[in-house]
């Protein structure tokens, strides 16, 4: 069955869309990356613990 909006699994894919929203690549630098996370409203993401790699989040709307 086609999915609409399919999980790109690309690790140097720039943007991608999923169930509960969408992330796009703003800065891709050796040391860090900078994504913008989009949930749509009444989703929400799965919480994720790294060991390799820290994570900062900035919420800035809602």
């Not at 690309?10 to 900078?34: C, I, M, Q, T």
């Not at 913008?36 to 613990?49: A, D, H």
């Amino acid at each position: 069955m086609y999915k609409k909006n399919p999980v790109r699994k690309n690790p140097r894919a720039e943007h991608a869309f999923s169930p509960w929203g969408k992330w796009e690549v703003l800065l891709d630098e050796s040391r860090y990356k900078v994504k913008r996370i989009t949930v749509e409203p009444g989703n929400r993401l799965s919480y994720q613990k790294y060991f390799k790699r820290a994570e900062h989040w900035v919420v800035v709307e809602g």
